[in-house]
C-alpha cells in the first residue's frame, strides 16, 4: 500500500509522531479550560444573552467539527506511516 521508506526517515517519522501525540494530549486540556473559564465567570455574565445561539457560534460549531474531522484524518494517516515504516523495516 504505502513505499518502502528510504534510510534515515526512522527520526523523521519519530518527531513527527511524537508531535502529533503532544498535539493531541494538550487538545482536551485546552478544551477543558474553556469549559473551566465560562463556569467560573457565570456570574459575571448578565442576562439571557449568552445562551442564545446567533451566527458566531453556528459557524464556530461547524469549524470544531471540520478541526476534529481533519485531525482524525491526520492521526489516521500518520499510524498508518507508522505501521507500514514498522512492517517493510523487518
Request: charged share 10%; glycine share 8%; aromatic share 14%.
Amino acid at each position: 500500500m504505502f513505499p518502502a521508506p528510504k534510510s534515515g526517515e526512522l527520526g523523521r517519522v519519530r518527531f513527527k509522531a511524537a508531535l502529533l501525540a503532544v498535539a493531541l494530549c494538550q487538545f482536551p486540556v485546552h478544551t477543558y479550560m474553556i469549559f473551566a473559564l465560562r463556569t467560573s465567570n457565570e456570574h459575571r455574565l448578565s442576562g439571557d444573552s449568552e445562551n442564545v445561539w446567533g451566527f458566531g457560534q453556528i459557524v464556530a460549531l461547524v469549524l470544531f467539527g471540520s478541526t476534529l474531522v481533519q485531525s482524525m484524518g491526520a492521526v489516521v494517516g500518520v499510524c498508518c506511516f507508522v505501521f507500514s515504516y514498522v512492517r517493510y523495516s523487518f
